[in-house]
């Protein structure tokens, strides 16, 4: 028998707590949330070698790297209430909305971390933007406002734990030109994707853009080197995304994988698997129901994300999913009387399914809208727009401008292992007329149990409040 019980001991006691898809509780986890602003996968991370992201790299190298994470919306501010709530915008009334509100009925992870010893924080952009006080909320949804992280730190207990989200305004437009001298970015190793011209000005605004996600880069160093200062970096769950896709027509507000395919890096020292990749497909609603649960404490019912633990702590995971779902509402004001363009989406490994259901509209904002002298204006300013909009009839660029600006049907489906940037609509092709049925029923049966109030007849997000500064004639 004694042979019998010294392996038992030696099973029990000896293997990692994370061979068995547990963590262990010794001591809740401070939690850092490390968040860029339009961040897509152009990173060495993800096959992308334009800039060098040493931070992050150092946080992958001993942490785990998603390559299928999703944000909820291609938009700020529902995807950043999303993950405060593990919700889906379309769940969260007002909150679906760009420049909207959070109302506080909602469950909120850093209001529950508040409430069970945490003492929160926020550096940045947190929620928003929008106006989180017609909501019920004395400071940001994320927490709040410091002037730095380390300001943070100079007042934190020893035995509290902490929850700090830093938000970066990078690589969020207008940019600065001469940042991409300042930090050495080669120019020859920039990619123009094929959905937007070839052309020296869009090869200069993607510079740009490196250069400020080469800057979020370094705040994420930043961070991880006053951990380290601190003593606390192996007690810190560091968790680094991104809201949304880059800020350049077609990806920004859409719905293809551009748009909200986003990095995703966990760390958390032993209890987490170290150097590790993981392909399931995960959403950012996952992470409020992952912070719970890592803390210790119960996760709410009314959260539909699921925690990743199991996926962090063994690679298998206890809610595998074979499908994520992405959306959007009302972006910016740029349609006559505010109205939105709802999107409803499935990503399976194979496939992307976008049921747009308003296409009488246009999806990028009305070419001319006198209400807001804005043109196309879900698309952000800056010289690749311009480029398209100065272009229209021009045969060689009018493809770009058809992908980025013109109307689209009910339905889009696209084979990603055919067509991995999403270019040819499959949606009337009988060959695929199974999986468009398929997906089409699978989208409408999620919509259908997390109760979304978009319908033919109503759509509730036109109506709401609109938060984003004074316009001639907005009520």
């Not at 010893?117 to 106006?131: D, E, S, T």
């Not at 080197?225 to 003593?231: D, F, I, Q, T």
């Not at 696209?414 to 695929?432: R, W």
């Amino acid at each position: 028998m004694y042979p019998v019980r010294l392996l038992l001991f030696t099973f029990y006691f000896c293997i990692p707590p994370y061979a068995f898809g547990q963590v262990k509780q010794n001591k809740k986890p401070n939690i850092l949330l490390i968040i860029a602003d339009d961040l897509s996968k152009t990173l060495p991370l993800y096959g992308d070698s334009t800039i060098t992201t040493p931070g992050m790299d150092g946080v992958a190298k001993n942490g785990v790297v998603f390559d299928h994470a999703y944000c909820s919306a291609a938009s700020c501010t529902p995807s950043r209430a999303s993950i405060l709530t593990g919700k889906y915008p379309h769940q969260l009334a007002e909150g679906g909305n760009l420049h909207g509100t959070l109302p506080l009925v909602y469950e909120n992870y850093t209001y529950i971390l508040a409430k069970n010893g945490y003492r929160v924080g926020l550096q940045g952009k947190g929620w928003g933007p929008g106006n989180f006080t017609a909501g019920g909320y004395k400071n940001n949804p994320a927490g709040q406002s410091y002037p730095s992280f380390e300001n943070f730190l100079q007042n934190q207990p020893e035995d509290t734990p902490f929850c700090f989200w830093i938000g970066s305004n990078d690589p969020h437009r207008p940019y600065k030109p001469l940042l991409k001298d300042s930090l050495g970015i080669d120019s020859l190793k920039v990619k123009v994707p094929v959905w937007l011209p070839n052309d020296a000005l869009v090869h200069h605004d993607l510079l740009d853009y490196y250069a400020e996600s080469k800057r979020f880069d370094q705040t994420v160093e930043r961070a991880i080197a006053l951990l380290k200062k601190k003593g606390i970096y192996d007690q810190t769950l560091i968790i680094i995304t991104s809201d949304h896709g880059m800020p350049f027509p077609r990806v920004k507000a859409n719905a293809y994988d551009m748009s909200t395919s986003v990095p995703l890096i966990i760390r958390w020292d032993e209890h987490f698997m170290k150097g590790k990749r993981i392909k399931e497909l995960v959403s950012l609603v996952d992470l409020a129901p992952t912070f719970l649960s890592a803390a210790g404490i119960d996760v709410p019912k009314s959260m539909v994300g699921k925690s990743l633990l199991g996926l962090l702590t063994s690679g298998k995971s206890n809610h595998e999913r074979t499908e994520v779902f992405t959306e959007r509402e009302r972006h910016a004001y740029v349609r006559a009387g505010n109205l939105s363009y709802p999107m409803r989406a499935i990503r399976t490994n194979r496939f992307l399914y976008i049921n747009n259901l308003r296409p009488e509209r246009w999806p990028a904002g009305d070419p001319e809208n006198p209400e807001t002298n804005r043109f196309f204006g879900d698309i952000d300013n800056g010289p690749t727009k311009q480029l398209l909009l100065e272009h229209q009839n021009d045969p060689n660029y009018r493809n770009f401008w058809l992908w980025s600006l013109d109307k689209r049907p009910a339905e889009e489906l696209y084979d990603l292992e055919t067509d991995p940037n999403q270019l040819k609509n499959l949606a009337n092709d009988p060959s695929y007329n199974k999986v468009r049925r398929e997906l089409a029923t699978r989208l409408i049966k999620w919509r259908s149990s997390t109760n979304d109030p978009v319908t033919e007849t109503a759509e509730p997000f036109d109506s709401y409040p609109y938060y984003g500064g004074k316009i001639k004639g907005l009520k």
